[in-house]
């Protein structure tokens, strides 16, 4: 199957945080665990402003631990619904018509 089917049937994404990543699945609505890869911060960044912005919640590795994981796993599967809604908002982050309007600027 494909991401997309992946995403559009997922309840929960756990992923890293890079920027492609995060935008696609802004655009598919989806909560998200995002663990930024612990070398240097453009994941982390990612991570914190797709947070902030209601796609999900930053985990930092270094401080996960197996029962901290499946709390935040529990947490986000039985809440679901308000989670999906938050998740929603940061749909409006993607510009799908980017490329037009920085042309049109240019």
């Known amino acids: 199957r494909s991401m997309s089917f992946v ?3 997922a ?3 756990i ?3 890079g920027i492609n990543t995060l935008l696609e699945i802004s655009l598919k609505s989806v909560p998200t665990l995002m663990i930024p890869i612990p070398v ?3 994941q982390k960044e990612n991570a914190r402003f797709f947070a902030r912005n ?3 919640e930053m985990l930092e590795e270094k401080k996960l631990t197996p029962d901290i994981f499946m709390e ?3 947490y ?3 809440n679901k619904t308000p989670l999906k809604k938050a998740a929603g908002k940061s749909k409006n982050l993607v ?3 980017a490329e037009k309007r920085l042309l049109q600027e240019i």
């Open 54 to 56: 209601g796609l999900g």
């Open 95 to 97: 510009i799908l018509d």
């Open 15 to 17: 992923s890293r945080a």
């Open 7 to 9: 995403m559009d049937n």
């Open 40 to 42: 240097g911060s453009e």
């Open 72 to 74: 935040k796993i529990n």
């Open 11 to 13: 309840d929960l994404i």
């Open 76 to 78: 986000a599967l039985s």
